[in-house]
């Protein structure tokens, strides 16, 4: 089976307790092979990466209405014509961060034209996860 993988950077802001802007480096990523999800890795400079799992119907609605997407640790809404809210919850805390609608937008478009939106399991090699699940050697 192919396995495609693209990667786009994205404008991502943190906002602060005091509603100030920190800008971070952050990178949307997709593989073919894991077709319902689009990683969000976010540079913190000393820190390790964080990556967070986002689910890919999840990003696309979220960027398609005003209405927030999820409900969960992850939640998406479009606040304009530029950009598009998301909050990310963890047990350590909350990030509520600014991002570019486009960008988003046009990423996700790139992801349904490497698996459509309802192929998903065509990309997915159900015997490779029943053995990672399962523990057995690949």
């Known amino acids: 089976m192919d396995t495609h993988r693209i990667c786009a950077p994205l404008d991502l802001e943190l906002i602060e307790s005091d509603r100030s802007l920190t800008p971070l480096d952050a990178v949307l990523i997709y593989d073919s092979s894991d077709p319902f999800v689009i990683r969000l890795d976010i540079d913190q400079g000393e820190c390790p990466a964080t990556v967070w799992a986002l689910g890919r119907d999840l990003l696309a609605d979220g960027i398609g209405s005003a209405r927030t997407a999820g409900s969960g640790d992850v939640k998406i809404r479009r606040c304009d014509s530029h950009q598009i809210h998301i909050r990310l919850t963890a047990s350590r805390g909350e ?8 960008q988003a937008y046009r990423f996700v478009r790139q992801t349904y034209g490497l698996v459509p939106r309802g192929c998903e399991a065509d990309h997915v090699d159900i015997d490779a996860e029943l053995r990672l699940l399962l523990g057995e050697a690949a």
Not at 95 to 102: N, P, Q, V, Y
């Open 95 to 102: 990030a509520r961060l600014i991002a570019s609608w486009d």
